[in-house]
Nanobody
Framework: VQLVESGGGLVQPGGSLRLSCAAS????????MGWYRRAPGKEREMVAT???????NYADSVKGRFTISRDNAKKTIDLEMNNLKPEDTAVYYC?????????WGQGTQVTVSS
């Protein structure tokens, strides 16, 4: 499974960005897909995940600001990020899970700064 992210960049506080992730390869039976992030000096953390059935889960720090969406047919997930804060600055990684296997994208940088 290959995951390719796009959409990162520099944005001012209060701004918005949309991240996209496309899965390819042996993508059968992929269940959970989601976004994780790693800020400088911190551990990687879950941002938002979604199952093939449409259930979504968000980190408390992003609830009400971020929205994850999924297209099962296209095997893509997007992360709409609104009202961005400097503490959202991190490398964002796309993740896909199939059984006990986890797959990761190469990451895309999001920087929130004035």
């Amino acid at each position: 499974v290959q995951l390719v992210e796009s959409g990162g960049g520099l944005v001012q506080p209060g701004g918005s960005l949309r991240l996209s992730c496309a899965a390819s390869g042996s993508i059968f039976s992929i269940d959970t897909m989601g976004w994780y992030r790693r800020a400088p000096g911190k551990e990687r953390e879950m941002v938002a995940t979604t199952t093939s059935g449409g259930s979504a889960n968000y980190a408390d720090s992003v609830k009400g600001r971020f929205t994850i969406s999924r297209d099962n047919a296209k095997k893509t997930i997007d992360l709409e990020m609104n009202n961005l804060k400097p503490e959202d600055t991190a490398v964002y990684y796309c993740n896909a899970e199939r059984g006990l296997s986890a797959y990761w994208g190469q990451g895309t940088q999001v920087t929130v700064s004035s």
